[in-house]
């Protein structure tokens, strides 16, 4: 489609008025209501989103409760053929999708767009494998007499507690993955997007999945915690900081009742190693894209840039004049590439790190942003030490520091010893440098002589270790199997002469 076309899809839509009301057996429950302000200027009115209060909470549990005898038993196929369907949903109306990207999260049009395709991916990969690992199971190799099969089914009602920084991919890769596994689920957007995410759980009822499978509860940590806590839970997915991850660890693993997994993908001081031998154009360039983009609200995005000193000079005045051009502003300006930080929270923190680091660091660059919304300017600050960085810093802000040929190993140990393991990026032209790094770290998702964010579902299976999540990775081959629990059924196939249906599940 041409961008006139993309873009009136995106102004029609607009005009619509947007809500997130509480969905229980696809019926709106009532609640407080709280408009929701667009971090673009911070004056706009997206639309309205109704709370949902603790006893919506504990009813939207116990209706997936009950949904999940019917879901569970669906066929695996019939399953897939709705998450297809909800992808293709997701692409006719991807107007008001984007729309909502940017005007409730902030996001300017290639973010938009990489997001909405994203989302499609995530269903159709998890449907495609689902297809076969949730069909008839697996025959295992046994002894004559007796029929073996390995089967996986779904746990029963998963909670899923998304961010806001991809308040429509990470919500549906969440939702679709725990859908597709057979369980029931609740979903608790992020409290600064609801909006899209209530959208995408009318597109995936209208594709086909039962309104008693999934169920919508906006609402703050006040909410997401009823629902941990509540005793039905058989399973928590989760994508935050590490604090809330520890938080919901710690509700689970004090209940009664069954021992509950938690899947959680959080945060990480990322580092990127460039060597002498690395090309400086493609640096500037991957650092900018890998710190800057997306205002640096990915948890894969980078935060400390650890440059080889021989070369650090050059390098960091390159990467200097990259992020002066960048534009800052309205992301729905076409040529914006960087918009507003999420809310006026998130901007006072950012403010406040910047002001510190002002006074303690060397500034590098220190760009311009726009007074109205919720703007953070891109800053590059210089450290001593890798330790002067000691916590993620959530927003457009690069640290770098400057290490000498014959000390690679010491920021090495500064960077295991965050705790983090989340992406790392090594730039150099020595394979045996490269080798080295990657064996001696473990983080999730490495990245060599290329930028380090926007994994690609099914392609580069993203997620960390350490402080930075439990696993298995989003968009890889393992990650439906954690939503699933396994069975497996032995037949004496001698004794049960009435029983072929049974026993064709295990030829
Ligand atoms: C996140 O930011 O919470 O690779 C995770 C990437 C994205 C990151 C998603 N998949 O940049």
């Known amino acids: 489609a041409s961008l006139e076309a993309l873009l009136g899809e995106i102004g029609r839509s607009a005009r619509q008025p947007f809500k997130a009301e509480p969905?229980?057996?696809?019926?709106?429950?009532?609640?407080?209501?709280?408009?929701?302000?667009?971090?673009?200027d911070c004056a706009t009115g997206v639309g309205e989103v109704v709370e949902a209060a603790?006893?919506?909470?504990?009813?939207?549990?116990?209706?997936?409760?009950?949904?999940?005898?019917?879901?569970?038993?669906?066929?695996?196929?019939?399953?897939?053929?709705?998450?297809?369907?909800?992808?293709?949903?997701?692409?006719?109306?991807?107007?008001?999708?984007?729309?909502?990207?940017?005007?409730?999260?902030?996001?300017?049009?290639?973010?938009?767009?990489?997001?909405?395709?994203e989302a499609v991916d995530f269903c159709r990969y998890y449907a495609a494998q689902g297809r076969t690992l949730f069909g008839s199971g697996d025959a295992m190799p046994g002894p004559t007499g007796e029929s073996n099969v390995l089967r996986l089914r779904g746990r029963g009602v998963f909670v899923a507690i998304s961010p806001w920084n991809f308040p429509l991919a990470i919500f549906l890769g969440q939702v679709s993955a725990a859908l597709m596994a057979g369980n029931a689920v609740v979903a608790k957007p992020a409290e600064q997007t609801p909006l899209v995410a209530a959208l995408a759980v009318r597109l995936l009822h209208e594709a086909g999945v039962p309104q008693s499978a999934l169920h919508l509860v906006p609402g703050d940590g006040r909410v997401g915690a009823r629902l941990v806590e509540h005793r039905d839970v058989a399973g928590v997915v989760f994508t935050g900081?590490?604090?809330?991850?520890?938080?919901?660890?710690?509700?689970?693993?004090?209940?009664?009742?069954?021992?509950?997994?938690?899947?959680?993908?959080?945060?990480?001081?990322?580092?990127?190693?460039?060597?002498?031998?690395?090309?400086?154009?493609?640096?500037?360039?991957?650092?900018?894209?890998?710190?800057?983009?997306?205002?640096?609200?990915?948890?894969?995005?980078?935060?400390?840039?650890?440059?080889q000193?021989?070369?650090?000079?050059?390098?960091?005045?390159?990467?200097?004049?990259?992020?002066?051009?960048?534009?800052?502003?309205?992301?729905?300006?076409?040529?914006?590439?960087?918009?507003?930080?999420?809310?006026?929270?998130?901007?006072?923190?950012?403010?406040?790190?910047?002001?510190?680091?002002?006074?303690?660091?060397?500034?590098?660059?220190?760009?311009?942003?726009?007074?109205?919304?919720?703007?953070?300017?891109?800053?590059?600050?210089?450290?001593?030490?890798?330790?002067?960085?000691?916590?993620?810093?959530f927003g457009p802000v690069l640290h770098v520091v400057r290490y000498k040929a014959d000390k690679l190993e010491d920021v090495l140990e500064s960077i295991e010893g965050t705790?983090?393991?989340?992406?790392?990026?090594?730039?150099?032209?020595?394979?045996?440098?490269?080798?080295?790094?990657?064996?001696?770290?473990?983080?999730?998702?490495?990245?060599?002589?290329?930028?380090?964010?926007?994994?690609?579902?099914?392609?580069?299976?993203?997620?960390?270790?350490?402080?930075?999540?439990?696993?298995?990775k989003a968009g890889g081959p393992h990650y439906l199997l954690r939503f699933a629990t396994e069975q497996t059924v032995t037949i004496n196939t001698a004794a049960a002469g009435g029983n072929a249906n049974l026993i064709a599940m295990g030829e």
């Open 54 to 117: 603790a006893e919506t909470a504990d009813r939207a549990m116990a209706a997936a409760q009950a949904g999940f005898v019917g879901w569970s038993r669906t066929a695996a196929e019939t399953r897939a053929k709705a998450l297809m369907r909800a992808a293709d949903l997701l692409e006719e109306r991807r107007g008001a999708l984007l729309h909502l990207l940017q005007a409730e999260a902030g996001k300017t049009l290639d973010d938009a767009m990489s997001e909405v395709r």
């Open 309 to 393: 000193e021989d070369v650090a000079d050059r390098m960091i005045e390159m990467i200097a004049g990259n992020a002066q051009e960048l534009k800052i502003g309205d992301p729905r300006e076409i040529d914006a590439h960087v918009g507003p930080v999420i809310d006026r929270d998130a901007k006072e923190k950012l403010d406040a790190h910047v002001s510190a680091m002002k006074q303690s660091a060397k500034v590098h660059h220190a760009g311009d942003a726009p007074a109205a919304g919720t703007y953070v300017a891109p800053h590059i600050f210089e450290l001593n030490r890798p330790h002067d960085l000691a916590e993620e810093v």
């Open 23 to 40: 969905l229980i057996d696809g019926k709106a429950a009532s609640g407080e209501v709280c408009r929701i302000v667009s971090p673009i």
């Open 241 to 307: 900081s590490t604090e809330v991850a520890r938080l919901i660890n710690r509700t689970l693993a004090m209940k009664d009742g069954p021992i509950v997994p938690l899947i959680a993908e959080t945060g990480g001081i990322n580092a990127m190693i460039v060597d002498a031998t690395a090309l400086p154009e493609q640096v500037a360039d991957d650092v900018v894209m890998s710190a800057f983009r997306s205002a640096g609200q990915r948890c894969s995005a980078l935060r400390l840039l650890c440059v």
């Open 419 to 472: 705790g983090y393991g989340l992406t790392l990026g090594v730039h150099s032209r020595i394979d045996a440098t490269v080798e080295h790094v990657i064996e001696r770290l473990s983080v999730g998702n490495v990245y060599v002589n290329r930028n380090m964010i926007g994994a690609v579902v099914g392609v580069q299976p993203f997620g960390g270790h350490g402080l930075s999540g439990t696993g298995p």
